[in-house]
């Protein structure tokens, strides 16, 4: 067979088949583990010692998902030439840059004992499973991946790419609109709708667009969770649901376990290739979280700076099938000098730093590590000291009734942000100081009991919530989807685990509703009455509900779509077919200041800007029937991006409800016709306190990542229906529901 045709063609695998090349004999085991597996490759590992626990878990990751992890870790290093050859030379000089293994040695040499044994075990597991056997994965040779062992500071490196700053796109998208006229008004607009007006994308340079597809779906950037306290929910206990938001090829960028050793039991999701959980349940507590969208990051104009505070160095950066790449790396103490990167817009001549909070020694995993044993609300919030990036809202309700939430983060003590310009005066003392004393969650805002009894996290800007907040960000998520939670949660007197997942499918958006509504009103009071009355009458009296059979919010889009091109061409230049950049590019924006804008126009020139966007949108409004058939959800490994060859990795195209800012996020530009989701809600978590065996996860896609494998998208079906996997946490009722037993045997 040649190279390639392996992933080109996979041979179809079964479950049996996958469990039988599972290494099982002799393993660096202390004492024999038990894996139990359901018919959806998921695994329940019961394990006489912790550190035994964290060498299964390394072992199932590498087997399930090693090609998934390998491609992580070539992503989280900048090795992305090693793959696709000169085309990523700028991204990989610009992840270099970015440097997401730069504090793994401090971390490493802090580490508690027990974390240093856990990961160390973990990573000989994951060593084991992907040390080279009889088959490698399916695309390792059309990528060229060969086995190579992981360390400790890898597994770092992956999981501060996972905790990228989801700033970054919206700061360096700016960096190319300073010193242009308007730039004060346009920096003034973006911290008052809190989002930024970024270009589309298909206007970007591509290596770009593919810098920030891989930064936006890999990091933890979206997300719902909600928590009920017992006094609303119908069996007594609390109620918990969480609902990440991710980007959407496959595999999926979760991964569902069960596990019990003597410091640990639980379920949960892990991210393929860590050792933590990051949202689970153990049998007292269970917890969620949502991107909290801190500023973990500051701009610095290091121009001031004298030369000897700049450590320069040059890297090699080695291509496929072509000669090496040498690219030079600055680092100051205010951070690596971005402008370096071709891809991050700059000004001619002015080198600009990056201080983020992901270069500092904070410690995720140890605070998880410690978070998944909590036995009680305080015991958990107290767990996530020191823990940094990516910043979250962390959700949590326990046994005993308790619910809660968390600021789990590190951030500067900043008295306030830049009125004038993101980027701060690197020579200015009264700039930097704000770094010199970082706070945690031991001092960022917490909540607990709620007199409503219900919480509710989408992103949210933490001053909806909290008394006096200190300046933690301005790149908020609208507050729609945090409304619409909350306002599902109090319409029923008693909650079911039935109604939290209910509430994770709902697809209305209120501040949609509001929008058209105000829409409709302008075109009624032209003279004359309102153009196109057919057109608009299928909006008439729409509620935002953004499902996928709705005829109104089709025609709300693509009327959307022609307004902003004539009142915010930045967004969308007039006259361009596509759809804007990003999953919910301007949205903000368009919410804050859409109707402002058009009020504001000379009386003719609204009227035309209103003729103009209903004509221009009338003839698509026709052309398809409703929302669903321009609104996509693919299921396709993400070998789909390659040129030529991605579309054999489509596994199937489906008509989807939701939008940019509904509960079940499906994230999209501005719509102009036909469009993939690529970012969104992606896994889902429901638990009941009350019974420790009432905990359902789902994942759009598979267990398993191996091309051709019955797991591979078997959850596709699930997730479409809103049916899910239970996972128990009582041994024998998992004997019962997870029949197939793997046993790892030590030397």
């Known amino acids: 067979m040649l190279p390639g045709c392996a992933a080109l063609l996979p041979r179809q695998v079964g479950v049996a088949d996958r469990l039988a090349a599972l290494p099982r004999q ?26 035994d626990l964290g060498f299964a878990l390394g072992l199932v990751h590498g087997h399930l998902r090693g090609a998934q992890v390998a491609l992580l870790r070539m ?66 040779a059309l990528l060229g991946l060969r086995p190579e062992p992981y360390s400790a500071a890898d597994i770092l490196a992956i999981g501060r790419l996972a905790g990228s700053d989801i700033n970054w796109l919206s700061l360096f998208s ?122 973990s990051s500051d701009l610095f104009d290091v121009s001031r700076l004298p030369p000897e505070a700049f450590a320069e160095s040059e890297v090699t950066i080695r291509q496929r099938l072509w000669r090496d790449a040498r690219r030079r790396i600055r680092v100051t103490p ?49 767990s996530f000291a020191g823990f940094g990036v990516s910043p979250q809202n962390m959700l949590h309700a326990d046994r005993a009734g308790t619910i809660g939430r968390l600021t789990a983060a590190v951030l500067p003590s900043r008295p306030g942000f830049p009125a004038a310009d993101p980027v701060l005066d690197g020579a200015d003392p009264a700039a930097t100081a704000p770094w010199r004393q970082l706070r945690d969650a031991g001092s960022l805002p917490w909540l607990e009991n709620p007199p409503e009894g219900v919480l509710a996290s989408a992103n949210e800007n933490p001053a909806t919530w909290a008394d006096n907040p200190p300046r933690i960000g301005w790149f908020f998520s609208d507050g729609d989807r945090v409304d619409r939670l909350r306002a599902l949660l109090l319409a029923r007197p008693k909650l079911t685990p039935e109604d939290m997942a209910a509430l994770q499918t709902d697809t209305r ?76 590019t301007g949205w903000d924006f368009i919410t804050t200041f859409l109707l402002r804008d058009l009020d504001a126009l000379p009386p003719a020139r609204r009227e035309a800007v209103l003729r103009g966007a ?96 019955a797991a591979f998208a078997d959850q596709v079906p699930l997730w479409r229906e809103g049916r899910a996997i239970r996972m128990p946490l009582r041994p024998e009722v998992v004997a019962v529901e997870f029949p197939e037993v793997t046993v790892l045997s030590p030397r």
């Open 26 to 51: 002799g393993l660096d085991l202390q004492r024999p583990v038990t894996i139990r597996w359901n018919s959806h490759l998921v695994p329940w590992i019961e394990a006489e010692t912790d550190a």
């Open 75 to 140: 992503v989280a290093r900048g090795r992305l030439s090693e793959i696709a050859g000169p085309l990523a030379v700028d991204i990989d000089h610009a992840l270099r840059i970015l440097d997401f293994g730069r504090a793994a040695p401090e971390v490493e040499r802090r580490w508690p004992a027990e974390t240093r044994d856990f990961v160390q075990a973990f990573v000989a597991g994951l060593n084991r499973a992907t040390s080279g056997g009889p088959r490698p994965p399916p695309e390792s």
């Open 174 to 295: 700016l960096l190319a609109e300073r010193g242009r006229p308007g730039f004060a008004r346009l920096w003034r607009r973006t911290l008052e709708a809190g989002a930024s007006l970024t270009p589309p994308e298909d206007e970007a340079d591509p290596r770009q667009a593919a810098l920030n597809g891989l930064l936006l779906g890999l990091s933890r950037s979206g997300s719902n969770a909600v928590a009920v306290a017992p006094s609303r929910s119908a069996s007594g206990g609390a109620l918990l649901a969480s609902d990440p938001h991710l980007g959407l090829s496959l595999p999926n960028l979760w991964f569902i376990a069960g596990m019990r050793s003597p410091s640990f039991h639980l379920v949960g999701l892990m991210v393929p290739g860590l050792p933590i959980t990051g949202l689970g349940r153990n049998p007292d507590l269970a917890w969620g979280g949502t991107n909290l969208r801190a500023a």
């Open 334 to 382: 205010l951070g690596p000098v971005v402008t370096d990167a071709a891809l991050v817009p700059s000004r001619p001549g002015e080198p600009i730093a990056l201080r983020w909070v992901g270069h500092e020694p904070t410690d995720e995993i140890t605070a998880l590590l410690r978070a998944t044993r909590a036995r009680s609300a305080a015991a958990f919030r107290e």
């Open 509 to 584: 958006s209120p501040k949609a509703a509001l929008l058209a509504e105000g829409l409709l009103a302008r075109l009624d009071s032209l003279p004359g009455g309102a153009p196109e009355p057919a057109m608009l009458a299928r909006l008439r009296g729409w509620d935002g509900d953004y499902a996928a059979t709705s005829e109104a919010a089709l025609v709300f889009e693509l009327l959307l779509v022609r307004l902003v091109a004539r009142l915010v061409p930045a967004l969308l230049p007039e006259g361009r077919e596509g759809g804007g950049r990003g999953p919910e």
């Open 614 to 709: 209903v004509a221009a949108a009338a003839p698509l409004a026709a052309r398809w029937r409703n929302w669903g058939e321009v609104h996509r959800l693919r299921a396709a490994h993400w070998l789909v991006n390659l040129p030529l060859l991605g579309r054999a990795f489509v596994l199937g195209d489906f008509p989807v409800g939701g939008s940019r800012e509904t509960p079940m996020k499906t994230g999209h530009g501005l719509v102009s016709g036909p469009h993939e989701v690529s970012f969104g809600s992606m896994a889902r978590f429901v638990s009941d306190l009350a019974d420790p065996d009432a905990n359902w996860f789902v994942l759009f896609g598979g267990q398993d990542g191996w091309l051709g494998s």
